[in-house]
């Protein structure tokens, strides 16, 4: 589709510079949003790590790859910022091509400077992100229709692929996927410290509860070395019964949902200490750290934990024989506790991780081979067809992807969505699209436009 040059580039796309060279700028916002964005990411993983103590490790790991990363991002901001006008002023117009192209240069240069290591995670960010995309454009044209509930079956079934991988194949999950598996659900021949300390605590209450023998004894039970029991039944390798399995399960996944959840919402207050001070403010701070939403998130996390675990034993006992079906049943049943959640963003970062080791099974069975630089050229076009979609279908993009490129700019994004708005409007649209497109902009982006950190698009934003 072709719009031609009525519509110029200092009032579309850099309206708040009349020069066209902005992608220097485009590269400095896009660096310094990108380093307060990973410094914090990789202290974390280093803190977890215990390795962040260490001067070595902060000066030649944790600095050189917040740096790195950073560079990637910039690299691609400044390819947007630069390369569009100047495509723009070559063809004499706003060609579709030509918000594919800039991008997808750009990305397909900062992709080389990131770690080989980190390459595989970030392509399967942004292909879960242009998935979404993808179906929201669908769902905007009237092509598909929205299924009920739908969210909650991918997550299940991403959950049921994922549990049978960390049970019977192992090896094939990277990193970040066996870290969290084992976190949430649990390895029943590897208990962690959590764990542990929950059986004592059953163990106890068991001692406490259990009725005497004749001679004023308590039944013996057999015992392991740490004095933990052993399951009753042969196909089980867990510690302790079923229904103390089960229960553990349970206790477990919600400490861990509900203080992360805890986690995430207080520790952001810690750098605006006179909240705390404010009796409204930390009324205010404390129902959402240790409200509804919270307890909501930890029961989401016990459930899949408790039920996966729960059906998975009966799955043994009712067949009486171990194989990968047990594993995908019970986590399907397990992730239907998903409707608790309801996150948008977990569940096609679940689905990915699934669709990920599922083509690393087959790659290891050899149904499929490695195409040479395949990495690389799948980030940078999926990369370059979701700056495609921001651009032309801002409204088809998912809202906390939005929100984070227009922090990673300092607001540029909202002016820009803002700018191009007649531009989009000639763009031809469907009629269904456009509809939808008025609805968001009217809407959701006018709402959005309140807490934007641009001054500019609040200014010059006109309904239509």
Sequence with gaps: MTIHSKFPCNETLHPFFDSCRVGPYFCRTAFLASAKIYLPLFLLSGLLSKKAFSVSYVVYKLL????????????IGLSWGDLVCRLRNLFGAHYRINYFIAPFVGSLIGILIEKQQRRGELVVYVLNNLADNVYRMLLSRRLVRE????????????????HMFLV???????????????????????????????????????????????????????????????????LCVHQGACIEHTAIGLGRGFLIGYSLQCALRLL???????????PTSRQKLLRKSFGAPTVKFGLFLGLLSGVTRGVQCLLRNF???????????????????FALSGSVELC???????????????KFKGYVRPVPGGQVMLFALATASIFSI?????????????????????????????????????????QANTRSYLHWYNGKFRKYLRDAVSSWAQQHYRPS
């Design 64 to 75: 050189p790859s917040v740096f790195r990363s950073s560079a990637m991002i910039a690299i």
């Design 147 to 162: 299924i009920p509930h739908g969210l909650t079956y991918l997550f299940a079934a991403a959950i049921g692929v994922l």
């Design 168 to 234: 019977r194949h192992r090896e094939l999950l990277g990193g970040s996927e066996r870290a969290l598996m084992q976190t949430v659900i649990g390895v029943e021949q590897q208990p962690d410290a959590l764990e542990r300390c929950l059986h004592r605590g059953c163990e106890s209450l068991r001692r406490l509860l259990l009725p005497k023998a004749a001679g004023g004894a308590t039944e013996e039970v057999p015992a392991a070395a740490d004095g933990v029991r052993q399951p009753a039944q042969p």
């Design 268 to 278: 952001p207050s810690l750098f605006a200490l006179s909240k705390w001070f404010d």
């Design 319 to 337: 067949r009486r024989k171990e194989d990968g079906w047990n594993q995908v049943v019970s986590g399907v049943a397990g992730g239907l506790s």
């Design 348 to 362: 096609m970062f679940m689905a990915s991780k699934a669709c990920d080791v599922g083509y690393k099974y087959a």
């Design 390 to 430: 921001l651009f032309w279908e801002p409204h088809n993009l998912r809202p906390s992807y939005l929100a984070y490129l227009n922090k990673a700019t300092f607001g540029l994004m909202s002016d820009l969505v803002v700018s191009t708005h007649e531009l989009r409007l000639a763009s031809g649209m469907s």
